[in-house]
């Protein structure tokens, strides 16, 4: 249920402004809603210190250790110091990797240096490294002295020795480095060490951590309270405050602002309010609740709470999808263990995935599929369970699970627009709803035709043709009636192709549910192929078993990602004009 909000305007002497923001962040009752821009130094230098934080905070989260506390007067120099051990650790990383490269060139040409060549210059030996390809060191001069030092088959590293003068070889030259191995080894070490001390001196620092946590913790607070202080208006010495609150709470306001001398105004919201939403789940829905999350959708203020229906209906999709008992089984038991290793976690995820579990076993018993084995639905229990016109592994069912589909795609999309009409119902336009109905369910009886071959019923025409004619009227009922009719008629195609697309659209559910069914089959049939004669027979087998599955598995919960949340975020919500346009209400509080 989506929580009625009021409007709410506190009127406070700027005097007593902070005074006043205190008891209202103490009571945590008003989402506000600033009338202007809320800027001033205090807000830039809060953003600028909780933007430090948040750095320092992602450099300490690779460091582990057993936390320890710090005062609060030293936390800033302790996150300035931080953040330059950290611009120091790049730095010394840099240079670390810049002196490994350079290495690379004495792995290939072994101890030679710019300084050891201008000495043996000196002596009357003159020595120039090249790199060429074998066709072309073939056709060297064989007086030259030549020497190979590295081979890589296709081309050749070589070393031109001279004792005649200074001769060039018509050839790619290699350059050489001014400094000796021993020398760069010796900067490398050094770079290590550096590095090495830095990452200490952080490893130390990153075990305040928890503290760092409680400092942001409280700059966002200060912020928040700066944002809301410096976003109201003010004149004549008064300070004006907007914002938004639960109907049920305003006698808990209105206490307060008789205790701390406010005057204040409510009113309804109007259209030009950006209302924040507020939905009070019932205690079986709650569960639906991470879902939401997860997606970070929320109905508007205006829009509808979904979320009984969409529970009940992602649960079936979820079960369909999925379609198989033995997995269901597996995402219960994985539950349940996850649960045990995380008994701190926040349970609702936890029993979403014990409902969704359960669904999908109760789905995979009626139609006899677990794990893809036929012969286990034929088990006495098990097979009492197995529904005939849905028994996964009869192809004569084909025909009923996709008549199923269209059934749930018409009682879906007929729900919407009960839902609507049911807003509306103190509106003529509610009777357009009616006949969104009636064109529904005149396609279900057009689709069927089309995709089972069957007679187009009689009653279906009358649907199809008064449901068209009831839209048609009262869709933009106005008191230009022509206007509204000719809306009315220019709209109905292409609403009236979108709710045929979608209706269809619900035939993946058996599509899906049925290529599981087969893969599972098929991997099971490829391991009895291989056999379980011999242990290599069976690793093979098991191997094959676990993998096949696994991938299935894997593949239904990413469709239930795709399809099974599509079918409730838009065809469904689509015929319920829901644009999830909704803003959290987060009251101001501590």
């Not at 913790?217 to 004149?235: H, I, R, S, T, W």
């Not at 969104?436 to 199809?464: D, E, H, M, Q, R």
């Not at 709710?499 to 599509?511: H, I, K, V």
Request: aromatic share 10%; net charge positive; hydrophobic share 45%.
């Amino acid at each position: 249920m989506i929580v009625k909000m009021s409007k709410i305007t506190l009127l406070v002497s700027q005097k007593r402004i902070s005074e006043a923001l205190v008891a209202l962040r103490k009571l945590g009752l008003i989402h506000v809603q600033h009338m202007q821009k809320p800027t001033a130094h205090h807000i830039t230098d809060i953003e600028h210190k909780l933007a430090t934080v948040e750095r320092v905070l992602s450099i300490v989260s690779e460091y582990d250790g057993k936390e320890k506390e710090i005062r609060k007067n030293d936390i800033p120099s302790c996150l300035k110091e931080i953040v330059s051990l950290n611009n120091q650790r790049q730095t010394f990383k840099g240079r670390k990797l810049e002196l490994e490269k350079r290495l690379v060139w004495f792995d290939t040409w072994g101890n030679v240096s710019g300084s050891s060549l201008a000495e043996l210059k000196s002596k009357g030996v003159h020595i120039r490294l090249y790199i060429c390809d074998r066709k072309v060191f073939k056709k060297l001069s064989e007086d030259r002295l030549i020497y190979i030092i590295r081979d890589y088959g296709s081309r050749v590293c070589i070393a031109h020795v001279s004792t005649l003068g200074e001769q060039v070889l018509d050839l790619p030259e290699v350059a050489v480095p001014s400094e000796n191995l021993h020398s760069l080894q010796k900067k490398i070490g050094s770079a290590k060490r550096d590095l090495e001390i830095t990452e200490r001196k952080l490893a130390e620092l990153a075990l305040y951590k928890k503290s760092f946590f409680g400092h942001k913790k409280e700059l966002k607070k200060g912020l928040e309270f700066c944002k809301v202080k410096f976003g109201m208006n003010a004149e004549a010495g008064v300070s004006m405050l907007e914002g938004f609150c639960p109907k049920e709470s305003l006698p808990e306001i209105e206490k307060a602002a008789k205790e701390q001398g406010w005057a204040f105004v409510t009113q309804e919201p109007d259209g030009a309010d950006k209302v924040p939403t507020l939905i009070r789940y019932p205690a079986w829905v709650k569960v639906i609740k991470p879902l939401f999350n997860l997606m970070g959708t929320l109905p508007g203020y205006k829009e509808y709470d979904i979320s009984p229906w969409f529970l009940l209906f992602f649960s079936l999709f979820f079960a369909m999808l999925i379609g198989d008992a033995g997995y269901g089984c597996v995402f219960l038991i994985a539950t349940f263990f996850a649960r045990k290793k995380m008994p701190k976690a926040p349970a609702l995820p936890f029993f979403l995935m014990y409902t969704l579990s359960g669904a999908t076993i109760a789905w995979g018993a009626i139609t006899g599929n677990w794990f893809g084995i036929e012969r286990v639905a034929q088990l006495p229990f098990l097979g009492s369970l197995v529904v005939d016109n849905l028994n996964a592994f009869a192809d004569t069912n084909q025909a009923f699970s996709m008549q199923l589909c269209f059934i749930l795609a018409a009682s879906q999309l007929s729900l919407a627009h009960s839902l609507v009409a049911i807003r509306h119902s103190n509106s003529l336009k509610s009777l357009a709803q009616v006949g969104w109905i009636c064109i529904i369910w005149g396609i279900y009886n057009l689709v069927s035709t089309l995709v089972f071959n069957k007679p187009f019923p009689v009653f279906a025409k009358y649907l199809l043709v008064s449901g068209m004619g009831i839209v048609i009227l009262f869709s933009n009922f106005q008191k230009n009636i022509l206007k509204g009719l000719a809306i009315g008629i220019a709209n109905l195609p292409l609403k009236f192709i979108n709710s045929f697309a979608d209706t269809l659209s619900y035939l993946r559910l058996f599509a899906i549910g049925y290529v599981s069914v087969m893969m599972a089959a098929s991997f099971n049939e490829m391991a009895l192929s291989v056999g379980f004669n011999g242990i290599l027979r069976t690793m093979i087998s098991v191997l094959i078993l676990l993998g096949g599955h696994a991938l299935n598995i894997a593949l239904g919960l990413m469709s239930v990602l795709v399809h099974g949340l599509r079918l409730n975020m838009l065809e469904f919500s689509g015929h319920l004009d829901m644009e999830w346009s909704g803003v959290e209400y987060k009251p101001f509080k501590e």
